[in-house]
């Protein structure tokens, strides 16, 4: 019998706190798209556990992948010693990204990519006798993680970090895009980042956004072309560009990283979340040669569980399963599906717009929703989403079919048509 009250008294949960805990229920056992609750419910889950589980639950490659390893070593230190599952991971993630990034560093988590991925390019600067360069360049409305580093280039006035914005490094902040994915590109829109590079790039290490989706500073879809101004400012301004692929990588987007919607390529890419399918926790910084080879002597950045070689064996058995299948076709089934699921959302009292982008869906609300109300009506009609602030939103497995995706959509309109109001 699971001890909820000792999870309501002692444990954490995400963004929670413990003097009011926030609603919570238990699960037992996973499979496909569903998780079934202790009380016997099963839902379907709209989520991927955070976007990470793109295969579902209980893969069969992936479940064999992990025991083939655990008999031989569940994990060794990655300091001075390397081993086959490291290798080949790092031989997978080359093949499936731009020839231009050749270097790989592991990490254990999206947040501390994020934190090597900017300490990797600081130490560039260092090295290439650029020491005036102090500080960062992001859009508003960014999310990068919740570490120390990585916080400081998150939102520094609407995110979830504002509280420690006095502890934090300061960096620079631009307008997020305006331009929307499918909408009319206009010069005009690159205006306010272009002028603050060219007022800043002397002090600037890099520049580092989430590629083509801004996920929980609104879940925006925006224009590629942003991409491609960016690469070539901070190419004329010698400004290194770093994207957070954490929550767009491995076909979320419809391409294989969201950076392939535009053609460019950044000196250092973030990978993780769906890295591993979603098995356990892993990350990866992907970089230029000019990077990896100008830092000017040892990278001082080395995680105890680096390339856990569980880890990498599951996250290449991930990949191979993503590329043994028409994985474009699929996940771009699951758009159309969406779209047309979605759609009837638009009309309804309280929604402010609806959009969907590869294997996203978002409604957008006018205002702050009631989370753990919907969570509750959501899991009574058969379901598993999760918003969050005004957005209720949608990035199931890609394995799911038609009618289970029907289901979540139907579910979705009906619990937004009886839960009008905001909280």
């Known amino acids: 019998m699971m001890d909820l009250q000792f999870d309501r008294d002692h444990l954490w ?3 929670s706190n413990l003097s009011s805990p926030a609603l919570t229920f238990p699960v037992v056992s996973a499979e496909g798209v569903r998780l079934k609750l202790a009380d016997g419910r099963e839902l379907i889950d709209g989520m991927s556990s955070w976007w990470a589980c793109i295969h579902g639950y209980q893969v069969p490659e992936l479940n064999a992948a992990l025991h083939r ?4 070593m569940a994990h060794v230190m990655f300091g001075s010693l390397t081993h086959e599952p490291a290798i080949r991971l790092g031989q997978h993630l080359l093949a499936i990204n731009d020839d231009a990034l050749s270097q790989v560093f592991f990490a254990d988590s999206g947040s501390v990519a994020v934190e090597a991925a900017m300490k990797m390019a600081a130490q560039y600067c260092h090295a290439q006798g650029m020491s005036q360069k102090k500080r960062f360049m992001t859009f508003r409305s960014g999310y990068h993680g919740d570490t120390f580093g990585a916080m400081s280039v998150c939102d520094p006035v609407n995110g979830m970090h504002h509280m420690f914005s006095r502890l934090l490094n300061q960096h620079h902040f631009i307008d997020p895009p305006r331009c929307g994915f499918d909408d009319a590109w206009d010069d005009v829109y690159i205006e306010p980042f272009k002028k603050a590079l060219e007022r800043h790039h002397e002090e600037t290490i890099a520049v580092i956004f989430e ?3 801004q996920g929980v500073g609104g879940m925006f879809f925006y224009h590629p072309e942003y991409l491609r101004q960016i690469r070539s400012l901070c190419d004329e301004y010698g400004v290194l560009l770093i994207f957070d692929e954490i929550a767009t990588g491995f076909g979320r987007t419809g391409k294989m990283f969201a950076y392939q919607h535009a053609g460019v390529v950044p000196d250092i890419l ?9 098995y356990m926790t892993l990350s990866a910084v992907l970089c230029q040669p000019h990077v990896g080879h100008g830092m000017g002597g040892n990278f001082m950045h080395g995680p105890t ?3 856990n070689p569980l880890a990498c064996a599951v996250a290449s058995a991930s990949i191979d399963l993503l590329l043994a299948k028409d ?3 699929e996940v771009q089934s699951l758009s159309d599906q969406l779209r047309k699921g979605i759609a009837p959302c ?8 609806t959009r969907v982008l590869g294997a996203i869906a978002v409604v957008e609300m006018e205002n702050p929703v009631d989370v753990d109300r919907l969570i509750a009506a959501f899991v009574d009609a058969g379901v598993w989403v999760r918003p969050f602030s005004n957005l209720i939103y949608l990035m199931p497995p890609y394995i799911m079919q038609t009618p289970d995706t029907e289901a979540l959509c139907g579910s979705l309109y009906s ?3 009886n839960n009008p109001n905001t909280q």
């Open 69 to 72: 390893q655990s008999e031989q």
């Open 415 to 417: 619990v937004i048509k």
């Open 270 to 278: 973030c990978l993780g979340k769906a890295l591993t399918g979603g």
């Open 13 to 15: 949960h995400p963004y």
């Open 327 to 329: 994985w474009q076709s």
């Open 211 to 213: 590629p083509i989706v």
């Open 305 to 307: 569980f680096m390339a």
């Open 346 to 353: 638009a009309d309804l009292p309280g929604v402010a717009a």
